[in-house]
């Protein structure tokens, strides 16, 4: 009985006593995954935006923000996605660390929405699409989480160097592919320009089908059946926070298959995985 007592005081005693876990908050989906993939059991990640929801048109939900008036540290990536809803968040958090885990990005500029930077431009948020981008990412997911939580810094750079290998080794099956394609096939279609930094790292050229986050007129369709021809475009991809009609009625124009990929998917190596091998077999 006294054995049992004891191990019941241990086990409450540890309970009390145990270290609390940092409560990090993203903005999407695939920073919770870098956050996870670094952080491991020491962090509970609050992701703002919802699955297969558009961040563009997202509005807050009264248990996200619950969510996120717990939190400690909020990892922004700097772009000016969150400039809209971004008040209401910090208006039930007003203590909670912001960190920039952009630091070290070439940004690119991106016309058709509405990311304002700080000098005006329009900036293109989908850095995380590019194995390259996402390996700084990581870095920066690092060393944010070590300077909250230095107890657990070995923890959280071996799994920075765990992960980096991953997408180094994913680095290497891009570059390979990539120069495999001769210049007239480097052109893919997708619906919305999520994959920009990708294409600028590997020597790709992204075709997008909306016209200022709207579906094509037919004169804009009769540019892209033009430009899909001249490039030998087989595959047109297709993202699920978006409608499939003009991209269906594309790709029975040109005879190229459709491809569903997700930009926003917690799992974002696998569907830059997808990617990768659908822009590999049109090409053969």
Same mark, same amino acid.
């Given at each position: 009985?006294m054995?049992?007592? #004891?191990?019941?005081i241990?086990?409450?005693? @540890?309970?009390?006593?145990?270290?609390?876990?940092?409560? %990090?908050?993203?903005?999407?989906?695939p920073? $919770?995954?870098i %956050?996870?993939?670094?952080?491991?059991e +020491?962090? &509970?990640?609050?992701?703002?935006?919802?699955?297969n929801? +558009?961040?563009?048109?997202f509005?807050p939900?009264?248990?996200?923000?619950?969510?996120?008036?717990?939190? #400690?540290?909020?990892?922004?990536?700097?772009?000016?996605?969150?400039? *809209? =809803?971004?008040?209401?968040?910090?208006?039930?958090n007003?203590?909670?660390?912001?960190?920039?885990?952009?630091?070290?990005v070439? =940004?690119?500029?991106?016309?058709?929405?509405?990311?304002?930077?700080?000098?005006?431009?329009?900036?293109? !948020?989908?850095? =995380?699409?590019?194995?390259?981008?996402?390996?700084?990412?990581?870095? +920066?997911?690092?060393?944010a989480?070590?300077?909250?939580?230095?107890?657990?810094?070995?923890?959280?750079?071996? +799994?920075?160097?765990?992960?980096?290998?991953?997408?180094?080794?994913?680095?290497?099956?891009?570059?390979? *592919?990539?120069?495999?394609?001769?210049? &007239?096939?480097?052109?893919?279609?997708?619906f919305? !320009?999520?994959y920009?930094?990708?294409?600028?790292?590997?020597?790709l050229?992204q075709? $997008?089908?909306?016209?200022?986050?709207?579906?094509p007129?037919?004169?804009d369709?009769?540019?892209l059946?033009h430009?899909?021809?001249?490039?030998?475009?087989?595959?047109?991809?297709?993202?699920?926070?978006?409608?499939?009609?003009?991209?269906?009625?594309?790709?029975?124009e040109?005879? $190229?298959?459709?491809?569903?990929? &997700?930009?926003?998917?917690? &799992?974002?190596?696998?569907?830059?995985?997808?990617?990768? @091998?659908?822009? #590999?077999?049109? @090409?053969?």
């Amino acid at each position: 009985m006294m054995r049992l007592i #004891s191990i019941l005081i241990l086990a409450c005693a @540890s309970f009390l006593f145990a270290e609390p876990k940092l409560s %990090v908050a993203v903005t999407l989906a695939p920073y $919770a995954k870098i %956050v996870q993939e670094i952080a491991g059991e +020491n962090a &509970d990640v609050v992701t703002l935006v919802p699955p297969n929801a +558009n961040p563009h048109l997202f509005e807050p939900k009264p248990n996200t923000l619950r969510a996120f008036s717990k939190a #400690s540290l909020y990892l922004s990536d700097g772009s000016g996605l969150d400039k *809209a =809803w971004r008040p209401r968040f910090l208006g039930v958090n007003k203590n909670i660390r912001i960190v920039d885990i952009s630091q070290g990005v070439s =940004w690119m500029n991106e016309e058709a929405h509405e990311h304002v930077h700080e000098h005006g431009e329009e900036l293109d !948020p989908h850095i =995380w699409n590019s194995p390259r981008m996402a390996i700084l990412i990581a870095s +920066n997911v690092c060393s944010a989480l070590v300077e909250l939580d230095g107890l657990h810094a070995g923890v959280y750079r071996t +799994n920075l160097e765990k992960f980096s290998k991953r997408l180094s080794d994913l680095d290497v099956k891009f570059t390979e *592919a990539t120069k495999a394609l001769s210049e &007239d096939r480097r052109t893919f279609i997708v619906f919305h !320009p999520s994959y920009g930094y990708m294409a600028r790292d590997y020597g790709l050229k992204q075709i $997008a089908v909306e016209v200022h986050g709207k579906e094509p007129k037919p004169r804009d369709m009769q540019k892209l059946v033009h430009i899909a021809k001249e490039h030998q475009v087989k595959t047109v991809f297709v993202q699920p926070q978006f409608s499939r009609r003009a991209v269906e009625s594309l790709s029975r124009e040109i005879q $190229a298959k459709i491809v569903s990929i &997700d930009p926003l998917a917690f &799992d974002f190596e696998k569907e830059l995985q997808k990617f990768i @091998s659908a822009i #590999s077999e049109s @090409s053969k």
